[in-house]
């Protein structure tokens, strides 16, 4: 099954109607149902729902998005490790000319540790060949009308499917 790792503004997309890739979000996960496996890591969570509890300014759906995704009903949550921050350290180093923050060199590290090559991302980082990623963007998947259920917050998990896998959403 294709993996994916899914970043922090897609995660804010989905929560924020008035993001610019709000709608992008949404069409991508109704249209990738039952067909990819979902990863994030605990980095990424914190900077969403830090995001998601400033700018909108609603500490409800912030805390809401916490247990969506540390429950792992909206992805695999991966927790950055020793080892994933060694790597990331080397990255931040060695691409000291790229505008990568700390969080996207252990998602980078993560990724690769995984075999993971595609992200779900809003910025130009995970475009990065250098270390083999890329962006899944809008006209790689079929998408939905744009009157397709909303599926985040995500559904429970009741087809004993991993709570990660797309099947789940």
Known sequence: MRRIFIDTGAWYALKDSSDPHHQAAIDFFTSMRGQVLYFTSDYVADEAITLVRYRLKNHRVASEMARELFTEKAAKMIFVSLDHHDRALEIFAKFSDQE???????SFAIMEAMHINEALAFDSHFNFEKLGFSQVIKDRCPLFPAT??????????????PPYSSDGL
Not at 100 to 106: P, R
Not at 148 to 161: D, E, G, L, T, V
């Open 100 to 106: 990568f923050s700390y969080t996207d060199c252990t």
């Open 148 to 161: 397709a259920k909303r599926y985040f917050p995500f559904s429970s998990n009741s087809q004993n499917k």
